[in-house]
């Protein structure tokens, strides 16, 4: 397969990356709040602004699964999507067809020091964090949307997009970070330029329907009677052959 790109690299699953970026790599309206950290100016046309989503129209969720990262979290799909299997890559990574690929939300988390807890009062202090540590990774030329605050009823975080390729197809990697107690989270949609508007309310209704559990309140099991997961003979590639 030859990439659209010059600077991409194309894995053997046919995923072409604009950027050494692992595809799962984790980097996050009631009420928006957007105040933009400093970026590098890009022009943005107005369709390309996100759409606030009010609360009544977030998509409907199965119920949450869990508790995923060592009890920590339990975390619902959009009503429909498939759940695929386990991997130390994410969290937990839910499609809408469990023979496609795109589009998928993807979870990811790791440590962070810097802020305990993402709150409307230090939305912009992470968002500065955030920017710069794309930077650090060299990921900046890479977004397609800057870095901005997003704060709602449930949760406050940052959200910015990056840009990437699958199969010869532009993509449109979307993501909400958040900080709980001391854990960062990526949420990822990854969707086609065409369709990514489409599922960012999806997006949202996942974070919002994230539930933190405290210590001992959850187990390492998993409850995954409310939902099929992917089946391993039907799995997408791993990360590691998309980079």
């Not at 010059?6 to 709040?33: D, E, K, N, W």
């Not at 590098?40 to 869990?66: A, M, T």
């Not at 993509?171 to 960012?200: C, D, M, N, P, S």
Request: hydrophobic share 35%; aromatic share 6%; glycine share 6%.
């Amino acid at each position: 397969m030859t990439c659209p790109m010059p600077i991409a690299r194309c894995g053997g699953a046919g995923f072409c990356a604009v950027s050494p970026i692992v595809l799962f790599q984790p980097l996050l309206l009631i009420a928006v709040v957007v105040a933009g950290c400093k970026e590098p100016s890009r022009q943005i046309v107005p369709e390309e602004k996100l759409p606030q989503v009010k609360q009544e129209q977030l998509p409907e969720l199965d119920e949450p699964l869990g508790p995923y990262d060592d009890g920590r979290v339990q975390i619902a799909a959009p009503k429909g999507w498939y759940r695929d299997p386990r991997s130390s890559e994410y969290v937990v990574r839910y499609r809408v067809d469990r023979k496609q690929r795109l589009p998928a939300i993807v979870v990811t988390a790791e440590d962070f020091e810097p802020i305990q807890d993402t709150t409307e009062a230090n939305v912009k202090e992470f968002c500065k964090h955030v920017s710069a540590a794309l930077e650090k990774a060299d990921k900046k030329k890479f977004l397609d949307s800057a870095v901005e605050p997003l704060v709602r009823e449930r949760f406050a975080g940052a959200t910015y997009a990056l840009r990437s390729t699958y199969d010869g197809r532009e993509v449109q990697r979307r993501l909400i970070e958040l900080v709980h107690k001391g854990r960062k989270y990526a949420v990822e949609l990854q969707a086609t330029k065409q369709t990514a508007r489409k599922y960012w309310p999806h997006l949202v209704a996942v974070v919002e329907g994230m539930q933190f559990l405290s210590p001992g309140q959850g187990t390492n099991g998993e409850n995954t009677s409310q939902q099929p997961s992917g089946e391993p003979g039907t799995a997408q590639p791993k990360p590691s052959d998309e980079q």
